[in-house]
């Protein structure tokens, strides 16, 4: 009896070591008890930061305009859109305007006096490469009511093709170079990240007790 007693004490004991050990080593691992932090708390997640909280995964658009290929894009733009546009300067407009100078224009205003609907000539703005880009993943998220009648083009690189073809016929604002980072959110996102590395099984935890709690009642 007193020594499984204290074999059970001992055990008690060797456990709550290997804790603590543990919880300092991995203090020491995040550096969260150090005062000079590093900058970005956690470990880097590559390329996450590129996306600019895209959901899209894969490469950025600025990747994807630097990599395309302009005859690609004609092919593919005389197939998908070619019904509605023509490209040639001075194109006749058809159920689209004629798409002729357009990267960099502004939004709607084409000056080939096609009838835009309001959901694009209110709309503001140019067509920047990233706006292009936005409009030809899906027209309708883009201005809800205009009268393109087109689905959208789920590729980013038939996107990209597309939007450089476009670029080489009436020219465009310069390129955007891949490497290209948005200065803005530095701040918010160490902060986060701190409050979250050391504290994500306790927050895991917190969240099954909420889960086996709600349903409950
Ligand atoms: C079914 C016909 C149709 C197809 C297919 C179509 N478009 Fe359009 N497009 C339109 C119409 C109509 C408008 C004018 C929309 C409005 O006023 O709301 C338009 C507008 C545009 C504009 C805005 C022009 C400006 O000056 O503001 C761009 C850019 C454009 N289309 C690009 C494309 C591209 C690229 C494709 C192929 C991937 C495509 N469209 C496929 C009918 C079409």
Same mark, same amino acid.
């Given at each position: 009896?007193?020594?499984?007693?204290?074999?059970?004490?001992?055990?008690?004991? +060797?456990?709550?070591?290997?804790a603590?050990?543990?919880?300092?080593? /991995?203090?020491?691992? +995040?550096?969260?008890?150090?005062?000079? =932090?590093?900058?970005?708390?956690?470990?880097?997640? #590559?390329?996450a930061?590129? $996306?600019?909280?895209?959901?899209?995964?894969?490469?950025?658009?600025?990747?994807?305009?630097?990599?395309?290929?302009?005859?690609?894009?004609?092919?593919?733009?005389?197939?998908?859109?070619?019904?509605?546009h023509?490209?040639?300067?001075?194109?006749?407009?058809?159920?689209?305007?004629?798409?002729?100078?357009?990267?960099?224009?502004?939004i709607?205003?084409?000056?080939?006096?096609?009838?835009? /609907? /309001?959901?694009?000539?209110?709309?503001?703005?140019?067509? /920047?490469?990233?706006?292009?880009?936005?409009?030809?993943?899906?027209p309708?998220?883009?201005a809800?009511?205009?009268?393109?009648?087109?689905?959208?083009?789920?590729?980013? $690189?038939?996107?990209?093709?597309?939007?450089?073809?476009?670029?080489?016929?009436?020219?465009?604002? #310069?390129?955007?170079?891949? $490497?290209?980072?948005?200065?803005?959110?530095? #701040?918010?996102?160490?902060?986060?990240?701190?409050?979250d590395?050391?504290?994500?099984?306790?927050?895991?935890?917190?969240?099954?007790?909420?889960?086996? =709690?709600?349903?409950?009642?």
């Open positions: 009896m007193d020594d499984r007693f204290n074999t059970a004490a001992g055990w008690v004991l +060797f456990s709550g070591i290997v603590l050990g543990l919880s300092s080593l /991995s203090a020491k691992y +995040f550096m969260a008890d150090k005062h000079h =932090a590093p900058h970005e708390m956690g470990y880097p997640v #590559e390329g930061a590129d $996306e600019g909280g895209d959901a899209n995964k894969g490469p950025s658009l600025a990747e994807l305009l630097a990599s395309g290929d302009v005859a690609k894009g004609e092919k593919a733009a005389k197939a998908r859109c070619g019904t509605c023509t490209f040639d300067q001075g194109g006749a407009n058809g159920t689209g305007p004629n798409l002729y100078g357009t990267v960099g224009e502004d709607g205003h084409g000056k080939r006096g096609f009838a835009f /609907s /309001s959901a694009l000539a209110d709309h503001g703005g140019k067509w /920047s490469y990233e706006n292009l880009d936005a409009w030809l993943t899906s309708k998220a883009f809800a009511g205009t009268k393109m009648s087109f689905a959208g083009l789920s590729k980013g $690189e038939d996107r990209a093709n597309i939007i450089l073809y476009l670029r080489s016929l009436g020219g465009g604002p #310069e390129l955007p170079t891949p $490497e290209a980072k948005p200065a803005e959110g530095d #701040e918010a996102a160490p902060a986060d990240a701190a409050s590395a050391p504290a994500g099984e306790d927050a895991k935890a917190a969240e099954a007790a909420a889960a086996e =709690a709600a349903p409950a009642k």
